[in-house]
Structures are given as C-alpha cells and as structure tokens.
C-alpha cells in the first residue's frame, strides 16, 4: 500500500526556518520523483519543488528559489523540504506527493502526481 506521511509543519516567525519530512512507504523511492506542494486557503494548489529519482536537478517555484532545498535520503524511504527565511507568503498547508510513473524528470503539475500524503500546516506569522 502506497503511503506518504508528512511532518515538521508549524508555527514560524518571519525569517524563521522550518524543515519538513516525508516518509513513504510501498514503493522504491529510488525510481520515482516525489514533489513538495501547497495550498493556501482560497488558492489552487501549486507546486513549491520537486526531485526526480537519477537525476541531480531539482526544480522549484520561483517564489522559493534560493530559500528551498528539496533533498532525499533513499535508504531512510524519506524526502525534505528545507525552508528558510519563511515569509507570510509561504503560509499553507503543505503536501508530499509521488509521481509513481518512472521519468527521467520532474514536474511542478499536480496531476503527473498520483500519491498525496494528509498534508502539515505550515503558518508563519509574527
């Protein structure tokens, strides 16, 4: 059974950091890309980053560019999202999602995505 657990979310002072984890589970994180995405109240969800499996290039919103970091840890099944000088902006709910059709890259669509984890708070705010 395919499964993603997100963590780490929370309350954050502007300018603060925050690093969220995702754990998955009934598949080999190895082949597949995983994407980190969000979504405000009253917006669409967007797509923040993501990595593919083999392939070192990481892709992000602009927004983000520079105070992201996508990375993944394949033998602990896990995935973060280092973020740091978090604005207000950036408040939103924050979801792990698999793209579980082997490509050699990733995107920031939301519908190349077939596995979404429940999603952490994310809330920065003085």
């Known amino acids: 059974q395919v499964q993603l657990v997100e963590s780490g979310g929370g309350l954050v002072q502007p300018g603060g950091s925050l690093r969220l984890s995702c754990v998955v589970s009934?598949?080999?994180?190895?082949?597949?890309?995983i994407g980190w995405f969000r979504q405000a109240p009253g917006k669409e969800r967007e797509g923040v980053s993501c990595?593919?499996?083999?392939?070192?290039?990481?892709h992000y919103k602009e927004s983000v560019k520079g105070r992201f970091t996508i990375s993944r840890d394949n033998a602990k099944n896990t995935v973060y999202l280092q973020m740091d000088s978090l604005t207000s902006e950036d408040t939103a709910v924050y979801f792990c999602?698999?793209?579980?059709?082997?490509?050699?890259?990733?995107?920031?669509?939301?519908?190349?995505?077939?596995?979404w984890g429940q999603g952490t708070q994310v809330t920065v705010s003085s």
């Open positions: 999602a698999a793209d579980l059709v082997p490509r050699r890259s990733c995107a920031l669509t939301p519908r190349d995505y077939t596995a």
């Open positions: 009934g598949f080999t994180l190895d082949y597949y890309a």
């Open positions: 990595s593919a499996a083999g392939d070192p290039k990481t």
